[in-house]
């Protein structure tokens, strides 16, 4: 296999091993409810001035990336948290 396959197959497997959370930056965020519309853990909510934000729950955000694909005005990002442990 070439190195630059290899290289890339180790970055790929480095990545899976990442744990993701959903963060809005509220001065791009125009409270569409598009995010919390389609949030399958139905964790993002609206803030007290109408910003939509992820809350901390027993299901936390789990990094899918639905509400960052969906976001018309890109305001989500996928912060790193950590990597899993492999066994």
Do not use: W
Not at 25 to 42: F, R
Request: charged letters at 20%; proline letters at 5%.
């Amino acid at each position: 296999m070439p190195e630059a396959s290899k290289s890339l197959q180790d970055k790929i497997r480095e990545l899976s091993k990442t744990i993701y959370r959903a963060a809005t930056d509220l001065a791009k965020c125009i409270s569409c409810g598009t995010c919390v519309i389609y949030c399958p853990l139905k964790i993002r909510i609206f803030n007290s001035e109408g910003k939509a934000i992820t809350i901390q729950t027993n299901e936390t955000c789990g990094g899918c990336s639905v509400c960052f694909h969906r976001c018309p005005q890109g305001a989500i990002h996928l912060l790193p948290l950590s990597r899993k442990f492999s066994k």
